[in-house]
């Protein structure tokens, strides 16, 4: 079966720095997406990593382990509008289909502290 | 560049009626997904076009959902008779070629059916 497990939910002060973390069990692995998303939007691509490492983008930073099965997302210098869900994604799939599915954890809701 | 586009945005309908909801994908992009999120789950893969083949479409529900993709441009997702589950958010993404590129998704089309 596929799982991916993230915290429901977190709170942060601004200008702190907050890691969500991201465990998955799946069928296949081709990358792992963070994707931010605002109450009725669209989720927002941040990250894409499908190499163990981490990967820095201004304030926001993804790391992966391939082994372990884990990732997270680190957010520095914390905004108010840094308040939404992140939700954490595994790409799987065949060749011929491209490995272009996502499997999706339930999403963390961060809320931002003054 | 205009993003992915969905509509409508929000639809009511009652148990036993038809509704047709519409994705215009990002321009270029061959690959075009629908998802599903219903009420506290997580984000749910329905299919996956290449241009206007069906690649994948595993997560499809049951026979009551068809989607289409006539000339590989837009893609109309039909519910058709509705039920009281089928309400959540359903949601298009597309990406251009193959593995490793970015999925961008749309706002979604909320659905209600009571």
């Known amino acids: 079966g596929q799982n991916i497990d993230q915290p429901t939910e977190m709170t942060a002060t601004e200008g702190a720095i907050v890691q969500i973390n991201c465990t998955y069990q799946t069928s296949g692995f081709n990358g792992l997406f963070w994707y931010q998303q605002h109450a009725g939007e669209a989720p927002t691509f941040l990250s894409y990593?499908?190499?163990?490492g981490l990967e820095e983008k201004g304030r926001f930073s993804s790391f992966l382990s391939r082994s372990k099965g884990y990732s997270y997302l680190l957010l520095k210098e914390l905004q108010m509008k840094d308040s939404a869900s992140y939700l954490c994604?595994?790409?799987?799939?065949?060749?011929?289909?491209?490995?272009?599915?996502?499997?999706f954890g339930a999403g963390t809701r961060l809320a931002v502290h003054p | 560049e205009a993003g992915v586009t969905q509509f409508p945005s929000h639809s009511v309908i009652e148990k036993g009626q038809t509704v047709t909801l519409r994705c215009d994908p990002i321009?270029?992009?061959?690959?075009l997904y629908w998802y599903r999120r219903v009420m506290g789950k997580e984000i749910k893969f329905l299919l996956h076009f290449v241009k206007e083949s069906k690649q994948d479409e595993s997560g499809m529900p049951n026979n009551r959902f068809l989607a289409e993709r006539t000339g590989g441009t837009y893609s109309t997702l039909k519910v058709q008779p509705a039920e009281l589950e089928d309400s959540g958010v359903y949601f298009c993404?597309?990406?251009?070629?193959?593995?490793?590129?970015?999925?961008?998704f749309g706002e979604g089309s909320w659905l209600t059916v009571v």
């Open positions: 990593n499908v190499l163990d």
């Open positions: 321009s270029g992009h061959d690959n």
């Open positions: 993404a597309s990406s251009r070629g193959t593995a490793g590129n970015t999925i961008y």
């Open positions: 994604a595994v790409r799987i799939g065949t060749r011929a289909g491209g490995y272009n599915k996502l499997i």
